[in-house]
T-cell receptor, first 116, second 114 residues
Framework: ETGVTQTPRHLVMGMTNKKSLKCEQHLGHNAMYWYKQSAKKPLELMFVYNFKEQTENNSVPSRFSPECPNSSHLFLHLHTLQPEDSALYLC???????????????FGPGTRLLVL | AQSVSQHNHHVILSEAASLELGCNYSYGGTVNLFWYVQYPGQHLQLLLKYFSGDPLVKGIKGFEAEFIKSKFSFNLRKPSVQWSDTAEYFCAVNGPGNTGKLIFGQGTTLQVKP
């Protein structure tokens, strides 16, 4: 356990569905991240939030919509996804999130998403 | 664009063998470097990191890595691996700017045979 939880752990959805992924951190951190891990590809950063404000959007398609209501919770809203969006979606958190002194990021277990 | 390259995608070793996993990055500025590990069925977790000072960094479970600035490298080493080291290993570097962005390599799968 790293103090970062993600739900659901597995999700199967059709291309016309709308679903949301949830991440919660119990570490008192101020930065949260969404990553995508596809087979045979490097882990890709999607979004960064610092103190609830989005500070990085790594050219992610608008069918992925993040939400950070407070420093402990992060959501990823999904709509009209494509089969190539099937992947493991990882959430992470860190203390400050501003690249200070090589901050450690703490990862959740991920949500395995399959888009049919 | 900044990138991280891990040369070995799949490594198979016998117990007690020495390990070295290669990692090179492309960014020429000040960097913070990391090795993360993912054991089977577990979360991605930090193994070790470099952000300043001694370029030889020691991490958990007997791992170490050496930052060689002139070679843009941060290779991971362990003198004697154990079966429990079987895992996937990821090298990462802080992206430019001050957003906490991490850029990861493709990962190396290490299989240690008992």
């Amino acid at each position: 356990e790293t103090g970062v939880t993600q739900t659901p752990r597995h999700l199967v959805m059709g291309m016309t569905n709308k679903k949301s992924l949830k991440c919660e951190q119990h570490l008192g951190h101020n930065a949260m991240y969404w990553y995508k891990q596809s087979a045979k590809k490097p882990l890709e950063l999607m979004f960064v939030y610092n103190f609830k404000e989005q500070t990085e959007n790594n050219s992610v398609p608008s069918r992925f919509s993040p939400e950070c209501p407070n420093s402990s919770h992060l959501f990823l809203h999904l709509h009209t996804l494509q089969p190539e969006d099937s992947a493991l979606y990882l959430c992470a958190s860190s203390q400050e999130g501003r690249g200070v002194g090589g901050e450690t990021q703490y990862f959740g277990p991920g949500t395995r998403l399959l888009v049919l | 664009a900044q990138s991280v390259s891990q040369h070995n995608h799949h490594v198979i070793l016998s117990e007690a063998a020495s390990l070295e996993l290669g990692c090179n990055y492309s960014y020429g500025g000040t960097v913070n470097l990391f090795w993360y590990v993912q054991y089977p069925g577990q979360h991605l977790q930090l193994l070790l990191k470099y952000f300043s000072g001694d370029p030889l960094v020691k991490g958990i479970k007997g791992f170490e890595a050496e930052f060689i600035k002139s070679k843009f490298s941060f290779n991971l080493r362990k003198p004697s691996v154990q079966w429990s080291d079987t895992a996937e290993y990821f090298c990462a570097v802080n992206g430019p700017g001050n957003t906490g962005k991490l850029i990861f390599g493709q990962g190396t799968t290490l299989q240690v045979k008992p």
